[in-house]
């Protein structure tokens, strides 16, 4: 029997479980097995809105057990940190609880076809600081911490003015590192979030304090991988949102008080998020593939690692040949994690079956940048076209709202979806717009 092991449950891994447990699980042709560190799923690209207090962590999470029982395959809880080729295993480090007891030991677990879907974590770069005071959003817990962090902050300098003390220079005051679509989907998000914040009980704040919320991209334009039109677009909105947009500015440290850049500014933050750059785990440049410099897989155009085989890579781990692109490889994007998803369960299949596996083909559906409740720009039918679409507005909001409720269809299929987002409306109505603790 194949052993497939799928090694992470983000959007790509837990897509490619699904898919492959509906075909090929509960038979004796191949068994499938998914390891991820946590026991929830949430889809990374609403981690901005989970940051801020917009959407429930709740409501909008999977069980992969319960998932794993619904779609016939296994699921264990474990971070891999190795992989031995010859033997054909992956190697797991211990999982701990709070209380610090064991829960999983270190152990070994074989595989015939393994699929590496762990997808990326910021880069810091090695600046100065960044990992003692910054916040990533790499992950759900690191949302979560971010947002009980923020209204920590507001109760703070609430407590501090209705006293008649002096806030601090950095307080209430945002640093986000990077303008990717992380950076600018947050600063929108903040700026909305924090407005409602103090309308939520801290007035005070709002009248005598200057929210401040500031966004520092190296390059010279923000959203750079993307269209210009939208990245001037989207800066136009920060603007009038009043955020503050500093290009060509690098970070050279960060403290408790903020940040300082190459030209000897000081950026005063109570707060700072580094979403600059994405970085792969570290192992994965020492198990005798050929990576870059980023620690990501170099593939061929069927997803199989250069010198393995036997090893696959969905998602961002992998650098994979974009066939008549205009990029020599695949950006690391969602809509490029669900198309191998779909892509690697066919051709699974298609191979137990004795028959060849034909190359992956990326299709640039467009870019959709989210920046708040209803406002939404982007471009789409890129990959169709010489000629881009561009939206904004709501009917731009309805297709990113869209995107994931492909994933959600994907993930609970129709039903529960349907089911799940009726209940999320009439919640919707009992509960405040943002989470107030």
Same mark, same amino acid.
């Given at each position: 029997?194949?052993?497939?092991?799928?090694?992470?449950?983000?959007?790509?891994?837990?897509?490619?479980?699904?898919?492959?447990?509906?075909?090929?699980?509960?038979?004796?042709?191949?068994?499938?097995?998914?390891?991820?560190?946590?026991?929830?799923?949430?889809?990374?690209?609403?981690?901005?809105?989970?940051?801020?207090?917009?959407?429930?962590?709740?409501?909008?999470?999977?069980?992969?057990?319960?998932?794993?029982?619904?779609?016939?395959?296994?699921?264990?809880?474990?971070?891999?940190?190795?992989?031995?080729?010859?033997?054909?295993?992956?190697?797991?480090?211990?999982?701990?609880?709070?209380?610090?007891?064991?829960?999983?030991?270190?152990?070994?677990?074989?595989?015939?076809?393994?699929?590496?879907?762990?997808?990326?974590?910021?880069?810091?770069?090695?600046?100065?600081?960044?990992?003692? @005071?910054?916040?990533?959003?790499?992950? @759900?817990?690191?949302?979560?911490?971010?947002?009980?962090?923020?209204?920590?902050?507001?109760?703070?300098?609430?407590?501090?003015?209705?006293?008649?003390?002096?806030?601090?220079?950095?307080?209430?005051?945002?640093?986000?590192?990077?303008?990717?679509?992380?950076?600018?989907?947050?600063?929108?998000?903040?700026?909305?979030?924090?407005?409602?914040?103090?309308?939520?009980?801290?007035?005070?704040?709002?009248?005598?304090?200057?929210?401040?919320?500031?966004?520092?991209?190296?390059?010279?334009?923000?959203?750079?991988?993307?269209?210009?039109?939208?990245?001037?677009?989207?800066?136009?909105?920060?603007?009038?949102?009043?955020?503050?947009?500093?290009?060509?500015?690098?970070?050279?440290?960060?403290?408790?008080?903020?940040?300082?850049?190459?030209?000897?500014?000081?950026?005063?933050?109570?707060?700072?998020?580094?979403?600059?750059?994405?970085?792969?785990?570290?192992?994965?440049?020492?198990?005798?593939?050929?990576?870059?410099?980023?620690?990501?897989?170099?593939?061929?155009?069927?997803?199989?690692?250069?010198?393995?085989?036997?090893?696959?890579?969905?998602?961002?781990?992998?650098?994979?040949?974009?066939?008549?692109?205009?990029?020599?490889?695949?950006?690391?994007?969602?809509?490029?994690?669900?198309?191998?998803?779909?892509?690697?369960?066919?051709?699974?299949?298609?191979?137990?079956?004795?028959?060849?596996?034909?190359?992956?083909?990326?299709?640039?559906?467009?870019?959709?940048?989210?920046?708040?409740?209803?406002?939404?720009?982007?471009?789409?039918?890129?990959?169709?076209?010489?000629?881009?679409?561009?939206?904004?507005?709501?009917?731009?909001?309805?297709?990113?709202?869209?995107?994931?409720?492909?994933?959600?269809?994907?993930?609970?299929?129709?039903?529960?979806?349907?089911?799940?987002?009726?209940?999320?409306?009439?919640?919707?109505?009992?509960?405040?717009?943002?989470?107030?603790?």
């Amino acid at each position: 029997m194949e052993k497939i092991v799928i090694v992470g449950g983000g959007a790509a891994g837990l897509e490619l479980a699904i898919k492959l447990g509906r075909k090929l699980g509960g038979t004796d042709i191949a068994e499938i097995l998914l390891l991820d560190k946590e026991r929830i799923h949430f889809w990374k690209p609403h981690l901005h809105e989970l940051a801020t207090g917009s959407i429930s962590l709740d409501s909008h999470c999977a069980d992969y057990l319960s998932l794993a029982r619904e779609n016939n395959f296994s699921f264990y809880e474990a971070e891999v940190n190795g992989i031995d080729r010859e033997k054909k295993v992956v190697r797991v480090k211990p999982n701990f609880d709070e209380n610090g007891r064991e829960l999983t030991p270190t152990c070994e677990i074989p595989y015939s076809k393994l699929v590496l879907a762990i997808g990326s974590k910021s880069n810091d770069f090695g600046v100065f600081g960044a990992k003692e @005071f910054s916040f990533s959003l790499d992950s @759900f817990n690191d949302a979560v911490s971010f947002q009980k962090n923020l209204v920590n902050a507001f109760l703070r300098a609430s407590a501090m003015i209705n006293q008649g003390k002096k806030l601090g220079e950095e307080q209430l005051k945002i640093a986000i590192v990077g303008a990717g679509a992380t950076g600018v989907e947050l600063a929108s998000e903040l700026s909305n979030a924090m407005h409602t914040l103090a309308a939520y009980g801290y007035k005070a704040v709002e009248k005598q304090c200057e929210l401040q919320i500031t966004v520092i991209e190296a390059s010279e334009r923000i959203l750079k991988n993307l269209p210009e039109g939208i990245s001037e677009k989207v800066n136009s909105i920060l603007r009038k949102r009043g955020v503050k947009v500093l290009k060509n500015s690098n970070v050279t440290r960060v403290s408790e008080k903020g940040l300082s850049l190459s030209t000897g500014e000081f950026i005063p933050a109570e707060l700072v998020v580094w979403a600059a750059g994405i970085k792969c785990a570290s192992f994965l440049s020492g198990i005798g593939l050929e990576t870059n410099e980023l620690n990501q897989i170099i593939t061929n155009t069927k997803l199989q690692s250069i010198g393995d085989k036997n090893i696959y890579t969905v998602g961002d781990c992998g650098c994979v040949p974009w066939i008549d692109g205009p990029l020599p490889f695949v950006p690391p994007r969602a809509q490029a994690a669900s198309q191998q998803a779909k892509y690697l369960s066919d051709q699974f299949q298609s191979e137990l079956n004795g028959k060849e596996s034909k190359p992956w083909r990326y299709i640039d559906f467009g870019s959709l940048v989210s920046l708040g409740r209803y406002s939404t720009v982007g471009s789409l039918m890129a990959g169709f076209s010489n000629k881009a679409f561009f939206l904004e507005g709501v009917f731009a909001k309805f297709m990113y709202v869209m995107l994931y409720k492909m994933h959600e269809y994907s993930v609970r299929g129709f039903f529960k979806t349907l089911l799940l987002n009726i209940s999320r409306g009439f919640f919707s109505q009992t509960k405040s717009r943002i989470k107030l603790h």
